[in-house]
């Protein structure tokens, strides 16, 4: 199907076979490490398309691995720990991981976010018009269409939105966002975010208490269309 | 019943054994006894310890004074000596016992010689006596040497005999108490051979002695009382045998003596009397002291102290009561405590004039009214005189030299102010003037200075008013009368108005006591703990007795503990903690003011409950309480010592319950936990199990693929419960505030059961005008989670579950309610409670998720209650104080 090469950065064996199994069946390749040193080795001789990290190494932090691979490594990392916390996965996310799973997780689950992610690292293509669905953007023209029919959006909604499209498939943080959107000095005012978000979906969502491609991820941020 | 009589009583047996149980713990103590000095008991007891030491017995010499006699100093050799302790007093350096020394040494027996010695001061003990009860206490056998005018009940009579007082006396318990008496008896010709020889005191000395108190008859009659002494005891030990080995015998039992104990010196010698007695008719003996409107001098106070305190010595017990009249009182006392024979002394213990005032004689009436009890009446001998003499300076009439003066000064202002008016008045109204002067007087002197004011007051209305004025003479002879008329007048108004004064004060007093304490129980009663409780005791201690407090309490393995909050006054030094130690352990008195340790700046005394011993009160006292204040010091430690043991049984049985408790949660947990954690493993186990080993049509292996997945959903639930569960119990939980959309809340907790609410209709209200919030989203989306997963459980499939919300004056309010079957009334307190769970027990669950959700909501500052609804099922109402936004675009 596709020869992506998946780096699997854990030291419990039954979770590298069950992620060997899976991904194997869906056509990836697979290269295994149980320590943090081992996996900063095997990611630069083996070169993968993408890295799933543990943070709970026996030799090192595995948020000390993800550090230090952003340094030089630009491919997508993906991480699967038991750790939970909101603050955990904030920060992981901030260090640079395109998208965190928690343990005990469904493999459909992160078959999807595999999926998303390297197509995230893959969208360099120039084409500046992004369809989700039947949900249009044109980047260059700010235009955007639903069902064929032109969206009424301000013109902060539309970065919002266009920000989310840019980065599908990927969690993106109330910080990030606001950063972003708003700049620096708004990093704390989640209230706009809350209202625009609010606003966006009843916009774009078919039934906005039910939204399916503006989700949000509890106390972390929010998730364009997965 | 008649051979129940014969029967030992089972009180007293028992009261043996125990003694003998007692006894084995305990040293044992030997003493050689002797009529004199120098009729060989050093001697003997040394040559006993030789014969001991050659049958390998562990024996050492603690302290042996030889007064270098040859012969004692040769018994010397061979025999292990303790070191003497080096003591200097005010510069003079003295060799007393290393008590210390012999205890970390820890003979099996020690020589200690001069049991009567008195120790110097600074030592630990004030007496040897009281040396060699530690050592006994702490295991080791001791032999002594004393001789017989040193016993307490027989100085007197020594006394009287020899005309030599002896100041160091033993207290007969010692005595008694000794495992073993060796009489060492000499003829009084040998003992005098012996003295000629100068072989008991230096030449020098001995000729002096020899007139003064080794005189034959003296020697002999000593030698009587010494052999009646041990004869007597043999008898009781006789006695004490036949009954211990139920032996059949003539002994008396069920005797007990009551003696009456004053404030004089006489008192003493009756309570020493009433010892000899008692001990030779094996009775017991009880003291009593009845308080009357008598107020005693400073002197008396102390003689009474030291009385009862003798009486205690003597191992009497002693009953301290109050009554106005002395016969009722004792008797009454004496039929409650079955008393056979009272002692009084002679001339009972009342003033010629009181027993004029009070008209029948104390000693007729009692006489009299005592019916079946036997009255011993004893002459109280030779001291009398020189009490009576005492008494003739008693309180009343020894008032201080300043009082008398002022009392002459008060009436010499009144004369001069009515010496101007007197013209116009007439001299017969100034004596009205006078008496009121009088009368005044009367109200703050006692009764010296007011006779005194009377006398003088009668001679200046004299003097200066009647008359012809400024002559003592009177011509009229109605002047005369009116003269005496009012000199008496003075004199019984002041007398009686002072005595009224007196019992007045007498009364306050008791009632000021009476105060204190019921002041102090209903402090103590309403103190919640201990700290509490030493605070309150602290508090009227220092109100009642002008002294700061310290209360040292244990820690349980009779230890005091070394960090006490409450260690004021001052920080204590080690050894004044280990004077607290020693206080504890021994159940005594000790440090400044008592005789144990008496150079101590502060006073230790024992806190003694009805089963244990909760610790050490130490005061710094300013000067000895009197006889008085020490009985009502007694009473308030006892009061809190009570307390102290109540509050600390009390506090144990709560720690009992609570492991208890702990100890059922514990198993409820336990249970229920590999309960819930084997339901989802063995469906995970038996689901994979089959799909391996047989091939299923695609329809069942979906199925079974289903129920692995959702066993494998509930095992990551409970273990999501108990982690979340585990972070509130250790406080781990800081909620993130944060602007939050009610809306989307909702919706993600939707969401979420997706699955579990398919079969129910959700209903959502959040009305549109509904502000932003401030809340922890996760936390919340969790506990509303609980919530509605609960109601999935318990309700009936297309009922309605639903979740609203408003914003109600600065709360948020969110509601989830459902359409089952509700909570029974009476277990609605308990639903939040962890591990508790509704009666039906089939649906599974650890009972955690709504303590979990309570847990979640108060990590808010909010609030959860829960109710049934109208027509069934049941609503949660959460209720958070919060910010609102109501920003638009």
């Known amino acids: 199907m596709n020869d992506d090469t998946i780096l699997i950065i854990d030291d419990e064996t039954q979770i590298r076979k069950l992620l060997e199994i899976t991904l194997s069946a869906s056509g990836y390749k697979i290269v295994e490490a149980t320590t943090g040193k081992e996996g900063l080795l095997m990611a630069a001789s083996h070169q993968p398309s993408l890295i799933i990290l543990d943070l709970g190494l026996p030799d090192m932090d595995g948020m000390n691995v993800l550090k230090n691979l952003r340094e030089w490594f630009h491919k997508p990392v993906i991480i699967l720990s038991v750790r939970s916390s909101e603050e955990d996965i904030v920060h992981s996310l901030d260090k640079g991981a395109n998208d965190y799973l928690t343990k005990p997780f469904r493999t459909g689950e992160l078959l999807a976010r595999i999926r998303a992610s390297l197509r995230l690292g893959q969208t360099t293509n120039d084409n500046p018009v992004f369809e989700i669905g039947d949900l249009s953007v044109d980047m260059i023209n700010h235009i955007a269409k639903r069902k064929k029919e032109l969206l009424d959006l301000t013109p902060t909604e539309f970065s919002l939105l266009s920000l989310f499209v840019k980065n599908q498939g990927r969690v993106l943080t109330h910080q990030y966002i606001l950063k972003e959107i708003w700049g620096y000095g708004y990093v704390e005012q989640t209230q706009y975010l809350r209202v625009f978000v609010a606003q966006l979906r009843k916009k774009i969502e078919d039934n906005p208490t039910k939204p399916v491609l503006l989700v949000t991820e509890s106390g972390i941020g929010y998730r364009f269309g997965v | ?889």
Not at chain 2, 831 to 836: I, L, P, S, T
């Open chain 2, 1 to 889: 019943m008649s051979t129940n009589d014969k029967r030992p009583d089972p009180d007293k047996l028992l009261a043996s054994i125990i003694r003998e149980e007692e006894a084995n713990k305990r040293g044992k103590l030997k003493i050689f006894f002797g009529m004199s000095p120098g009729v060989g008991k050093t001697y003997t007891m040394l040559q006993t310890a030789h014969q001991d030491l050659s049958k390998g017995v562990d024996v050492v010499i603690g302290y042996v004074e030889s007064h270098n006699r040859p012969e004692t100093n040769a018994l010397l050799e061979g025999l292990e000596i303790i070191p003497r302790k080096r003591l200097d007093y005010r510069g003079t350096p003295l060799e007393e016992m290393d008590l210390d020394a012999i205890i970390l040494r820890y003979p099996y027996l020690i020589l200690v010689d001069e049991l009567a010695h008195t120790n110097v001061e600074g030592s630990r003990h004030a007496k040897r006596y009281q040396d060699i009860q530690e050592l006994l206490d702490n295991g080791i056998n001791v032999y002594t040497t004393v001789n017989i005018q040193h016993l307490e009940s027989r100085n007197d009579t020594v006394a009287q005999i020899t005309g030599v007082t002896m100041k160091e006396t033993i207290p007969d318990e010692i005595f008694e108490m000794a495992d073993d008496v060796e009489l060492i008896d000499v003829t009084p010709n040998v003992l005098l051979d012996r003295l000629a020889e100068g072989k008991v005191y230096a030449p020098a000395q001995s000729k002096e002695a020899v007139q003064n108190f080794f005189r034959k008859g003296n020697i002999t009659a000593l030698r009587e009382m010494s052999l009646r002494l041990v004869a007597d005891r043999v008898d009781k030990q006789l006695r004490s045998y036949m009954q211990q080995k139920q032996i059949q015998g003539p002994w008396k039992s069920g005797l007990h003596l009551l003696v009456l104990v004053g404030p004089s010196k006489s008192s003493a010698k009756l309570i020493r009397w009433a010892k000899n007695l008692s001990y030779t008719m094996g009775a017991n003996l009880v003291a009593l002291h009845v308080e009357n409107t008598q107020v005693l001098s400073e002197e008396q106070q102390e003689q009474l102290s030291k009385n009862i305190d003798l009486a205690r010595q003597f191992g009497a017990e002693v009953i301290i009561t109050s009554g106005n009249d002395l016969v009722s009182t004792t008797l009454d006392i004496a039929r409650k405590e079955n008393i056979t024979h009272i002692i009084i002394g002679k001339s009972g213990k009342q003033s010629f004039l009181s027993s004029l005032l009070t008209r029948d004689n104390f000693v007729n009436r009692l006489l009299k009214e005592s019916g079946e009890i036997d009255i011993y009446i004893i002459e109280p001998g030779f001291e009398t005189k020189q009490y009576k003499k005492k008494l003739s300076a008693s309180p009343d009439f020894s008032s201080s030299f300043k009082s008398y003066l002022l009392a002459i000064l008060a009436v010499l202002i009144a004369v001069i102010l009515c010496l101007p008016v007197s013209a116009e008045t007439g001299y017969q109204s100034i004596s009205f003037i006078l008496l009121f002067v009088v009368l005044i007087l009367s109200m703050l002197f006692r009764l010296g200075p007011i006779m005194l004011a009377s006398a003088v007051s009668a001679v200046a209305w004299n003097f200066f008013f009647i008359p012809p004025q400024y002559t003592v003479k009177i011509t009229k002879p109605e002047d005369l009368l009116a003269f005496c008329m009012f000199f008496i007048v003075a004199l019984v108004t002041g007398t009686l108005t002072s005595k009224v004064r007196k019992q007045e004060l007498l009364t306050r007093k008791r009632e000021e006591k009476t105060n204190a304490l019921f002041h102090l129980t209903s402090q103590l009663a309403s103190a919640e703990n201990t700290k509490k409780i030493i605070e309150v005791a602290k508090e009227d201690i220092n109100k009642y007795f002008s002294v700061e407090a310290c209360f040292l309490l244990q820690d349980g393995d009779g230890k005091l503990k070394k960090k006490q909050n409450n260690a004021k006054p001052g920080n204590f030094t080690e050894s004044e903690y280990s004077i607290a130690q020693w206080v504890l352990k021994h159940s005594k008195k000790a440090g400044k003011f008592t005789d144990t340790l008496s150079l101590s700046d502060y006073s230790f005394y024992p806190l003694k409950g009805i089963k244990t011993k909760p610790g050490v009160v130490v005061i710094k006292p300013n000067k000895k309480f009197n006889g008085e204040t020490e009985l009502f010091w007694d009473t308030f430690l006892t009061q809190i010592s009570n307390t102290l043991e109540h509050h600390h049984f009390a506090q144990q049985a709560k720690k009992a319950n609570l492991l208890d408790e702990s100890d059922k949660l514990y198993k409820t947990l336990f249970n229920s936990i590999s309960h819930e954690l084997r339901i989802p493993i063995a469906t995970i186990m038996g689901a994979s199990d089959t799909l391996l080993a047989e091939t299923y049509p695609e329809k069942v292996r979906n199925e079974l693929y289903t129920e692995i997945l959702t066993a494998s959903g509930r095992l990551n639930r409970l273990v999501e419960n108990l982690l979340n569960i585990s972070r509130l119990e250790t406080g781990k939980i800081a909620p993130h505030i944060d602007w939050c959309d009610i809306n989307d809340l909702f919706n993600k907790v939707a969401d979420n059961l997706q699955e579990d609410l398919k079969p129910y209709h959700l209903d959502m209200v959040v009305p549109s005008s509904m502000p932003l919030v401030k809340l922890d989203f996760g936390l919340m989306e969790q506990a509303l989670h609980n919530l509605a997963y609960n109601s999935c459980k318990y309700s009936k499939s297309g009922t309605t579950i639903r979740l609203k919300s408003f914003y109600d004056n600065g709360y948020l309010i969110i509601q989830e309610m459902d359409r089952g079957q509700g909570f029974p009334a009476d277990t609605l307190p308990f639903v939040f409670n962890k591990f508790y769970r509704a009666g039906n027990q089939s649906t599974g669950g650890l009972g955690l998720g709504l303590s979990i959700t309570k847990g979640f909501v108060e990590a808010h500052k909010g609030t959860i209650s829960v109710e049934n609804r109208q027509h069934g099922g049941a609503r949660f109402t959460i209720k958070i104080p919060t910010e609102v936004s109501y920003i638009n675009i």
